[in-house]
């Protein structure tokens, strides 16, 4: 009987549609159900379609489709810190980990981002992170404790528990840093090198108060100042195939300045065969990284920004030599067949339920 494994209850960054593509491949039955739909319409196998419902109709909604696949699946892979029987503005967390449990199932959880980040600890640990500039109302001293309660449910019952940001791994004991898997290899492939004189930089961000836009959009307007040939393709608010469709046409993108470690959107750039800028905290990556140094990104910030883009502007052959050193890298680190395979080392430590 093939192993039977479900992604839910979000697919942030599309992670866990590629990766289960990819178990799939493997011979595995793996489905993504999602609670609510997500803006940048990465594909799913069931979507419960809970976004516009009061939350009477939402917990519904949940608890009915954890009672209908709760007996389906062998695996449950959670994602972005939260599960389906888990309401935490109600202080109800992860009630569906135990009787998962109970009933035999391996469980993993999967953290991408500000589900695990503490916001008191990064604002005294680090100078400059997306804690110092983020103004959603729920990022407090109280969302802290809820977090720290809610990480420490899940340790009790994950079998294996999986950060996606290294800074992560401060609040999450005994995780693993995994990679994104969000991009078909086989689909996407590199665009071939383009030595235009104008230099086309895409940014794509989800949050722009904390993806550092701004600066980027202040750093080129200062190179046009300057006299140099520079245009920003400023990617928001579209479905995923087109959103891939503009990065296509750039020649460099600029990811996230203020979380330290890349996104979804520089892996998916990387493999365009793009190169990349991004802020990569130096403290994080030795810590928690040992293969910092095949990271083909060009790590910049607010104060290297300008620099960095005007020597890519000036230098075609690098912007060569980074894209394709960027494709070599995700094919390496981010193929999801590859992310897939270990996640079956972890699945198959039981025998299946019959």
């Keep these: 009987m093939k192993l039977r494994v479900l992604h839910c209850p979000t697919s942030t960054g599309g992670n866990a549609w590629y990766l289960s593509r990819a178990e799939r491949a493997l011979g595995i039955d793996s489905d993504v159900l999602i609670a609510k739909s997500h803006p940048f319409e990465y594909p799913v196998d069931i979507n419960l379609r809970l976004e516009k419902t009061n939350p009477v109709r939402f917990a519904y909604g949940k608890i009915k489709a954890f009672l209908e696949v709760c007996d389906r699946y062998d695996v449950f892979h959670f994602n972005f810190g939260s599960s389906l029987i888990d309401f935490p503005y109600a202080l109800l967390h992860h009630l569906d980990l135990p009787v998962l449990k109970r009933k035999g199932k391996k469980i993993f959880m999967t953290y991408q981002g500000c589900d ?4 008191s600890d990064t604002i005294r640990r680090y ?4 804690c110092h500039h983020c103004r959603q109302w729920h ?7 809820v977090k720290r309660v809610r990480v420490r449910k899940v340790s009790r019952y994950a079998d294996k528990i ?3 940001n290294p800074d992560l791994l401060d609040n999450l004991p005994g995780a693993s840093l995994e990679f994104y898997s969000c991009v078909d290899l086989e689909e996407v492939k590199p665009i ?13 961000p989800s949050a722009p108060e904390i993806k550092g836009t701004a600066i980027v959009k202040k750093t080129v307007e200062r ?9 920003l393709d400023l990617v928001m608010n579209l479905p995923h195939h087109e959103a891939m469709r503009r990065y296509a046409g750039a020649h460099v993108a600029v990811d996230q300045l203020y979380a330290g470690w890349y996104g979804a959107f520089a892996v998916e750039a990387m493999a365009l065969g793009k190169p990349v800028l991004c802020y990569l905290r130096e403290e994080d990556l030795m810590r928690h990284v040992p293969f910092r140094n095949e990271i083909p990104i060009v790590p910049s910030d607010e104060d290297s920004l300008y620099g960095n883009l005007k020597m890519l502007m000036t230098r075609p052959a690098l912007r060569r030599e980074l894209g394709l050193k960027g494709r070599a890298y ?6 999801p067949v590859l992310i897939a395979k270990r996640m079956v080392e972890y699945f198959e430590v039981r025998e299946l339920s019959v």
Aim: proline share 2%; net charge positive.
């Design 116 to 119: 695990a980040r503490i916001r």
């Design 139 to 145: 990022c407090s001293v109280f969302a802290d404790w």
């Design 223 to 231: 190179l046009r100042a300057d006299g140099f040939q520079v245009e």
């Design 192 to 204: 071939p090198f383009e030595a235009s004189k104008t230099l086309r930089v895409v940014h794509a």
């Design 127 to 130: 100078k400059t992170s997306v």
């Design 162 to 164: 999986f950060a996606l």
């Design 330 to 335: 995700v094919e390496k680190f981010h193929n």
